[in-house]
């Protein structure tokens, strides 16, 4: 992820006023469902198009969204999405480095990206005032990116020194969100380090470059989404001028990203060079995403791990004192909407070193052997529905809009159905106590799950690349 560029103070009071007005609008999104208005169109070169009409504030939020993430990264060349993510903020044809920051500074907007599992956005809010100028700018990079070897040299660095930062001279750094899926899963797709081996991102070239840009970047692949103050038929029509005429591309490769049934239970060990403490993660494969049982899983989340009255969070830590807090979910990268492939749930707790990680594990399974074994009451589920709701309305982020456009995003590329936001709620009210007890004795088994150790080491900062977790087979 890279900030191009800070908000100006010219946007701030404006969306501070919207705070309160988003207070308003969240109470009547509780009571009422969500309904956000919105059309969905696809050019003729396969660009998907979602616009979500609102004049509560007068700035507008543009996300473009491309078909791909980690999974889809080449074998050899581990964290070359990510690369890619930096390489593309290099600017444009007609908006060359540094004239792209500038321009969108000039604007009064603010810009970002991320890559992920299943996708790589780039998104940022301008004033109402200024969205076709930013669209301009948007299609002017798909269309003709700014890749040559000083750029592709320098971002390099960037993203070597990011991994530094956020991995290797870092304790925790990447031990459940890198390190569990690559024990847990075992198709290459799911298993590799995300965030990119060194030696793969010093292997590869610009023209690696060239050739994944004209395969994943094409609008065939990407979804645009366009959320605030605009005229919906006005701004479509601009859409059609800036992003008609920009190729389709070529057909999109073929990747299974499929995982094999899990039977039997995984334990992989890492040791942490910087970490203090001793750590235990346990990651359960979940159920297909859009599954009724998907649903009763993120409920079982909330039961579990979410807030003060979560079942892990009480027993190991409010009643024993094994550490200070429980983490975990579902799409440690995202949230439990946007990805696209095989999901696990994750729990896991820093513990003191006093503790063996089996005691620990002993008393987690007690947490999980409750739940498959005693259904739950009403009020717990009704509880559960309640936390994800107050988590769901939050994760709009009235203020930038960049969590509808998000979701709606991610509901096109995946679903080719962003209505899906207006209809989520109806999947967790169809969740029954029963189905919540199906669901944990189905999901939460022991061979279904990965067992990941975090030793601590010495506290100095590592000479070389961390290895990576030792699986059962190979622990002494």
């Known amino acids: 992820m890279r900030i191009i560029v800070r908000a100006i103070a010219a946007l701030v009071l404006p969306l501070c006023a919207f705070f309160a007005a988003a207070a308003s609008g969240q109470t009547a999104a509780a009571r009422n469902g969500v309904n956000i208005p919105l059309r969905y169109e696809t050019l003729d070169n396969g660009l998907r198009v979602v616009l979500a009409e609102d004049h509560t504030v007068p700035t507008a939020t543009v996300a473009v969204y491309y078909g791909v993430g980690y999974r889809n990264e080449p074998r050899g060349r ?33 810009a970002n990206g991320s890559t992920r599992l299943d996708f790589t956005n780039y998104f940022g809010v301008v004033p109402a005032n200024a969205l076709n100028a930013f669209l301009w700018a948007e299609a002017d990079r798909m269309a003709a990116p700014t890749i040559d070897e000083a750029v592709f040299q320098r ?21 459940t969100w890198v390190d569990l899926p690559m024990a847990a899963n075992e198709n290459w797709h799911n298993a590799h380090n995300f965030y990119g081996d060194l030696s793969d991102l010093d292997a590869a070239t610009v023209e690696e470059a060239w050739t994944f840009f004209e395969q994943y970047y094409t609008p065939r692949n990407a979804v645009l989404v366009i959320a605030g103050s605009f005229d919906t038929d006005a701004t479509l029509a601009t859409v059609e001028q800036y992003f008609g005429d920009i190729p389709a591309g070529p057909d999109l490769p073929e990747i299974d990203v499929s995982e094999p049934p899990q039977t039997i239970e995984k334990r992989a060990r890492l040791t942490d060079p910087l970490a203090t403490q001793p750590g235990l993660a346990i990651a359960y494969h979940m159920p297909e995403r859009g599954t009724p049982e998907y649903f009763a899983m993120i409920l079982i989340d909330q039961i579990l791990t979410r807030g003060g009255d979560a079942r892990l969070q009480q027993h190991l830590v409010d009643d024993l004192g094994y550490g200070s807090g429980v983490g975990g979910g579902i799409n440690l990268l995202g949230n439990a909407f946007n990805y696209d492939g095989p999901m696990l749930w994750t729990a896991s707790l820093i513990h003191d070193g006093e503790i063996a990680p089996d005691t620990v594990l002993t008393e987690f399974d007690r947490v999980i052997d409750e739940l498959r074994e005693t259904r739950v009451s009403d009020a717990v589920l009704a509880s559960a529905r309640n936390k994800f709701l107050a988590e769901f309305y939050l994760q709009f982020d009235y203020g930038t809009r960049f969590g509808v456009a998000d979701l709606l995003a991610s509901f096109a590329l995946f679903d080719d159905d962003p209505g899906r936001i207006n209809r989520i709620e109806d999947g967790f009210e169809q969740v029954t106590p029963q189905m919540i007890q199906r669901v944990a004795r189905d999901w939460l088994r022991r061979d279904n799950r990965t067992i990941l150790e975090l030793v601590p080491g010495d506290g100095r900062p590592p000479a070389a690349p961390l290895a990576p977790p030792v699986k059962a087979e190979d622990l002494p």
């Not at 971002?155 to 031990?175: K, L, P, S, T």
């Open 78 to 110: 581990t964290g070359f999405a990510h690369l890619f993510e930096h390489i593309f903020f290099a600017g444009s044809q007609n908006l060359p480095e540094p004239v792209f920051y500038y321009y969108i500074a000039d604007l009064g907007g603010i």
């Open 155 to 175: 971002e390099r660095d960037v993203v070597r020194n990011e991994i530094f930062v956020n991995v290797q001279n870092r304790a925790y750094g990447d031990w």
